[in-house]
């Protein structure tokens, strides 16, 4: 019963956040002079109209995925990664220069190496934060910020320098097409990241749930004196390893998206995902599971932005507003206590007090 009590209080905040976005957009749009009922139908039409919308739904949905599966993980260990925008930067400029300039690969090889790639770079990214972290107390917030604008600006290099197109001139900083052999295929006119992403949350909850290092690593987030003290939980470990696999999960976004969607890496596409992440992995309550319908939330948002603005001249720019409420909603430590003043803050949840870590 008490599991029952605690599933429901911690499904309702996401539910009350939700609500109070969608009620205070639709103040917004009538104080504006629009009818609140035509932009969110044609918002839904939009987001899941026909089989063309659901695809650009699931195709907006697949990198808030890997980046809020990034963000749970770390969340779990009491981590805060914010630096898993320049991981997934560097992730996907790494696959699609192994895609477009590695030509001497055969096909499926090819495709291992993008991937591969774009892997390593998110995890060695995450690995210098976590190190950072771990034996230098360096908060990783900080050093995260930080390393954001190193990716940044170490891209907008790579694209106007060894890596750039040189058909394009020197008009366009991006890097080129990468090959057809290492495009990922949509499966069924649905892109296949977002089932790859899918496998990986299911995995990762099952990881989470049922290792032994799964259990350290919550272990760590619900209280790091006390998991060493009790359990004999190596910190400087678990922090450097929950920061690598974090990374590793952006980056392999990073790359899905270079090679699955755009095809190339081009500065400036996709700005805002990996602080997109946050809200999704605060959404879903920092449960792998909840991931994916939050971000089909968020991807559908995105994807019917477009036909909301033609239906009712209502402008982009509302989604954006309402993904900062629910961010503002779901973050909100005071609201939580307000509503559910007998919640214990670590059950079912991020810790919305004393921390960023998770209980299960």
Not at 181 to 199: H, K, Y
């Amino acid at each position: 019963m008490h599991r029952m009590i605690s599933l429901t209080i911690s499904l309702s905040i996401p539910a009350l956040s939700l609500f109070l976005s969608f009620a205070g957009a639709a103040l917004l749009i009538t104080l504006s002079g629009q009818d609140p009922m035509l932009a969110f139908s044609g918002l839904f039409q939009g987001a899941v109209g026909d089989l063309e919308a659901v695809s650009r739904t699931l195709e907006k949905a697949t990198p808030l995925i890997w980046n809020g599966l990034a963000l749970t993980l770390a969340f779990k260990a009491g981590l805060f990664n914010i630096g898993v925008q320049g991981q997934f930067l560097l992730g996907a400029i790494s696959a699609a220069a192994i895609g477009a300039l590695a030509c001497n690969l055969p096909g499926p090889l090819h495709l291992a190496a993008a991937i591969v790639g774009g892997v390593l770079a998110g995890a060695i990214y995450g690995m210098l934060q976590g190190a950072l972290k771990a034996y230098r107390g360096a908060h990783e917030v900080i050093t995260g910020i930080m390393f954001n604008y190193i990716a940044i600006n170490l891209t907008d290099y790579l694209t106007k320098g060894p890596f750039m197109d040189r058909e394009a001139g020197n008009l366009i900083p991006r890097t080129p097409m990468v090959v057809d052999a290492c495009r990922i295929p949509d499966m069924v006119s649905f892109p296949s990241g977002f089932f790859i992403a899918t496998l990986f949350s299911v995995g990762l909850f099952f990881f989470m749930e049922l290792t032994v290092k799964g259990f350290e690593i919550r272990a760590v987030g619900e209280g790091a004196p006390a998991a060493r003290s009790a359990a004999g939980i190596r910190i400087p470990f678990i922090t450097i390893l929950v920061m690598i696999l974090s990374g590793a999960l952006a980056g392999i976004g990073g790359a899905m998206e270079s090679l699955g969607v755009t095809g190339r890496f081009q500065p400036g596409f996709n700005p805002g995902l990996g602080f997109e992440g946050i809200t999704i992995a605060l959404l879903a309550r920092a449960n792998p599971m909840g991931v994916i319908p939050a971000s089909l939330l968020l991807g559908g948002m995105k994807a019917g932005a477009g036909a909301m603005q033609f239906a009712s001249d209502v402008p982009t720019e509302m989604i954006d507003m309402m993904v900062s409420m629910i961010l503002l909603c779901v973050a909100a430590e005071k609201l939580t206590a307000f509503l559910f003043p007998f919640r214990n803050p670590r059950q079912n949840g991020l810790s919305l007090s004393g921390g960023w870590g998770a209980g299960r």
